[in-house]
């Protein structure tokens, strides 16, 4: 069974920086495209950064570009989004998604949970 956990959500100021983990099980997440997506409050879902089976990387969202980055520590089965400078607009509850293809879609099969971000002063 396939099990995809975000976590390092939480509540930060504008400007700050937080980490979010996307931890897998039964799925080798290096031979996976693994993407981040978000939604807030009333609007609809959306790709924010994706991290190819090859390592290749797509930014979805051009509103993060220059603030965040995602990386993949093989060892521990994680995908990282690094999110630097943030702004209130990006408050959302951010999902990691992965499936067994290639490239970077936006469909994938297996989705997290997800984990809150607040962006408050």
């Known amino acids: 069974q396939v099990q995809l956990v975000e976590s390092g959500g939480g509540l930060v100021q504008p400007g700050g920086s937080l980490r979010l983990s996307c931890t897998g099980s039964?799925?080798?997440?290096?031979?996976?495209?693994v993407g981040w997506f978000r939604q807030a409050p009333g609007k609809e879902r959306e790709g924010v950064l994706c991290i190819s089976s090859s390592a290749g990387r797509t930014t979805f969202l051009n509103s993060v570009k220059g603030r965040f980055t995602i990386s993949r520590d093989n060892a521990k089965n994680t995908v990282y989004l690094q999110m630097n400078s943030l702004k209130p607009e990006d408050t959302a509850v951010y999902y990691c998604?992965?499936?067994?293809?290639?490239?970077?879609?936006?469909?994938?099969?297996?989705w997290g949970q997800g984990t809150q971000v607040t962006v408050s002063s």
């Open positions: 998604a992965a499936d067994h293809v290639l490239g970077c879609p936006l469909d994938y099969k297996y």
């Open positions: 039964g799925i080798a997440l290096d031979f996976a495209a």
